[in-house]
T-cell receptor, first 110, second 115 residues
C-alpha cells in the first residue's frame, strides 16, 4: 500500500521568508496530492492540491510542485506571515482513500 | 467544497461506557464517508470507510466490534465507540468526498476524553 513520508517535522522561519515542506510517496499509481493546514484543535483545511497530469500549481503565496518520476512533491509558501503558523499535512490518494504524511509544524516568527 | 458537521464537538465519558459521534454532510449526498482518528501531535489515521446502506470497511488493526459505524442515510454517518477506555481518548474526524476524484472535506472533529 501507499506510504507517505514528510520532512521536516518542524520548521521555523522569519516573517517574510519562504518555507518549503517536502513529501515522498511510494505508490506510483497515486494521482492526487493535497496539502492541508491544521490549526490547533481545528479541522484540516485543504489549501492546495495537485494531480499527476500537472507539474506545478500556484495560488497566490502557495505553490505545489510534483515530480512523478521521483515520487515526491513539495509545498512552497512565500512571504510567510505569522498566521501561516500551523501544522501542515501532505497526503496521497490510494484507491480514493487518502494516506497522510506525518505533518510539519511551521512557526513563523514576527 | 463540501460542508461537513460533527456532533458533539467534545465529549467526556467514563471508562466502560459507549459514545456516539455523528457526521453530517450538509450540502450534498454522500454515499461514502471516512472516519479518522488523530492522537495529540500525530497525523490523521484512517479508521474506516463508511458506506451508505452497507457495511463499513475497516482499516487493518481497527476493531470493528469496538468502533461501530452506521451510514443509514446519504447525509449521516455515526461512529460509536463501545466500552471506551482512556486509550481511546483522541480527536475523531470524519470527511466527505468532494466532487473531484479523491478530494475530501473534513468535519470539525470531536474530541473524546475517557476518564
Amino acid at each position: 500500500g501507499e506510504n507517505v513520508e514528510q520532512h521536516p517535522s518542524t520548521l521555523s522561519v522569519q516573517e517574510g521568508d519562504s518555507a518549503v515542506i517536502k513529501c515522498t510517496y511510494s505508490d506510483s499509481a497515486s494521482n492526487y496530492f493535497p496539502w492541508y493546514k491544521q490549526e490547533l484543535g481545528k479541522r484540516p483545511q485543504l489549501i492546495i492540491d495537485i494531480r499527476s497530469n500537472v507539474g506545478e500549481k500556484k495560488d497566490q503565496r502557495i505553490a505545489v510542485t510534483l515530480n512523478k518520476t521521483a515520487k515526491h512533491f513539495s509545498l512552497h509558501i512565500t512571504e510567510t506571515q505569522p498566521e501561516d503558523s500551523a501544522v501542515y499535512f501532505c497526503a496521497a490518494d490510494n484507491t480514493d482513500k487518502l494516506i497522510f504524511g506525518t505533518g510539519t509544524r511551521l512557526q513563523v516568527f514576527p | 467544497g463540501a460542508v461537513v458537521s460533527q456532533h458533539p464537538s467534545w465529549v467526556i465519558c467514563k471508562s466502560g461506557t459507549s459514545v456516539k459521534i455523528e457526521c453530517r454532510s450538509l450540502d450534498f449526498q454522500a454515499t461514502t464517508m471516512f472516519w479518522y482518528r488523530q492522537f495529540p501531535k500525530q497525523s490523521l489515521m484512517l479508521m474506516a470507510t463508511s458506506n451508505e446502506g452497507s457495511k463499513a470497511t475497516y482499516e487493518q488493526g481497527v476493531e470493528k466490534d469496538k468502533f461501530l459505524i452506521n451510514h443509514a442515510s446519504l447525509t449521516l454517518s455515526t461512529l460509536t465507540v463501545t466500552s471506551a477506555h482512556p486509550e481511546d481518548s483522541s480527536f475523531y474526524i470524519c470527511s466527505v468526498p468532494g466532487l473531484a476524484s479523491a478530494e475530501q472535506y473534513f468535519g470539525p472533529g470531536t474530541r473524546l476524553t475517557v476518564t
